[in-house]
């Protein structure tokens, strides 16, 4: 149990295009949904929190303006990236924490999508 | 001072050996503590969850929390070159709404 699968798992797009990542629990209802980027060797950064049928917590430094998240559903978070440009090129991970009293207190991630902006 | 800190390693071992990974950290308010096994160009992975002090024993994982230290540790038994991959520890105060992570350790069992 508790499977959290991102899609696509890799893209390469070119500068100025918009990119959209979504992330889905597949066996579970999250209320919560985290997205975080990661740089080689490097530890998660958390970028935001998105909230099932609310907006967006954004991390200090982030511009919600380039990173939009939906979180439409229990199941399903979505972050696009706008305008993109070769320094957003990096390794981006969504979790999921489930409601509490079902799978505890804790986040379960997806694989990973690694973005390559040329 | 960081939250939480960790040792980036890389750290090497042979194969069977007890690998001992560490975390301590400043916010004292910290209840929930994780440790995800990483490996390359992919997601963590959950290995281990603990409330509050204590040992937990998993197979050949044994996850140990120090509140009064501030200190975490992870053991792992009879390491395995299946092992090798980056370890992180995560931490946080309730819900895990603040989870913080140590920047991860590289583990490498030699065969």
Redesign the interface.
Known sequence: GAVVSQHPSRVICKSGTSVKIECRSLDFQATTMFWYRQFPKKSLMLMATSNEGSKATYEQGVEKDKFLINHASLTLSTLTVTSAHPEDSSFYICSARPLKGTEGDTQYFGPGTRLTVL | QKEVEQD?GPLSVPEGAIVSLNCTYSNSAFQ?F?W?RQYS??????LM?T?SSGNKEDGRFTAQVDKSSKYISLFIRDSQPSDSATY?CAMSAS???D?R????T?LTVKP
């Not at chain 2, 160009?41 to 959950?46: D, I, N, T, V």
């Not at chain 2, 992570?101 to 991860?104: D, L, Q, R, T």
Request: avoid cysteine; charged fraction near 20%; glycine fraction near 14%.
């Open positions: 980036p929930y994780m995800y160009r992919k997601g963590p992975e959950l969850y409330y992180l819900n895990n709404n989870m992570f140590g920047a991860g590289r």
